[in-house]
């Protein structure tokens, strides 16, 4: 079936980086852009930006920019989320979701992955 | 960037009411990117709503959504028990925003 398969948990100290991967099945991965959302604890969504799979180009949210970076391996149909330098802030849930519409007529997240915690502490 | 601001925060009913929720944008969006979202405690958001009145796949027809311009509405004509939870809706234009949410409780 359609899905999306996040990496697992991850506890970091302040300063290191994390990789998060998301591995798709069950579509064409090139056919739709992937999008990256962050909840901090107890918080709302905020949307980190995007990757388009088929040139590989990322954008950027405001206040996502430096120190994120969004990155494909197409061979196993897997997106991945690098944060460097981290802080305690930096400290969520990670989701990444599939765009709804590949024509981009229509603007939203059809299929999620089931998140990956992160937490930052020394 | 377009905020999205969500009303009320909480709302309170019973299982059969009807939940109308309010997404009012600071400025006029298109309707062709305006969704909302269901999200449960531990769980990944899940897209009810785009287009601002189409249903995605699997929605029951008790959810509906409408609305244009600066204001959108989300509603459930009649809650069931696996409907209390918080709804976020969701905008694109030169950036893609989400509202706060309103979190549907039991009264």
């Known amino acids: 079936q359609v899905q999306l398969v996040q990496s697992g948990s991850e506890l970091k100290k302040p300063g290191a980086s994390v990789k998060v991967s998301c591995k798709a099945s069950?579509?064409?991965?090139?056919?739709?852009?992937l999008n990256w959302v962050r909840q901090a604890p107890g918080q709302g969504l905020e949307w980190m930006g995007w990757?388009?799979?088929?040139?590989?180009?990322?954008t950027y949210a405001q206040g996502f920019t430096g120190r994120f970076l969004f990155s494909l391996d197409t061979s196993v149909q897997t997106a991945y989320l690098q944060i460097s330098r981290l802080k305690a802030e930096d400290t969520g849930v990670y989701f990444c979701?599939?765009?709804?519409?590949?024509?981009?007529?229509?603007?939203?997240?059809?299929?999620w992955g089931q998140g990956t915690t992160v937490t930052v502490s020394s | 960037e377009t905020v999205l601001t969500q009303s009320p925060g909480t709302l309170s009913l019973s299982p059969g009411d009807r939940a109308t929720l309010s997404c009012w944008a600071s400025q006029r969006v298109t309707s062709s990117s305006l969704a909302w979202y269901q999200q449960k405690p531990g769980q990944a958001p899940r897209l009810l709503i785009y287009g601002a009145s189409s249903r995605a796949t699997g929605i029951p027809d008790r959810f509906s959504g409408s609305g244009s311009g600066i204001h959108f509405t989300l509603t459930i004509s009649r809650l069931e028990p696996e409907d209390f939870a918080v709804y976020y809706c969701q905008q694109y234009d030169t950036s893609l925003t989400f509202g706060g949410g309103t979190r549907v409780e039991i009264k």
């Open positions: 069950g579509f064409s991965f090139n056919e739709y852009s």
């Open positions: 979701a599939r765009d709804l519409d590949p024509d981009y007529v229509y603007f939203g997240m059809d299929v």
């Open positions: 990757i388009n799979t088929k040139t590989g180009n990322p």
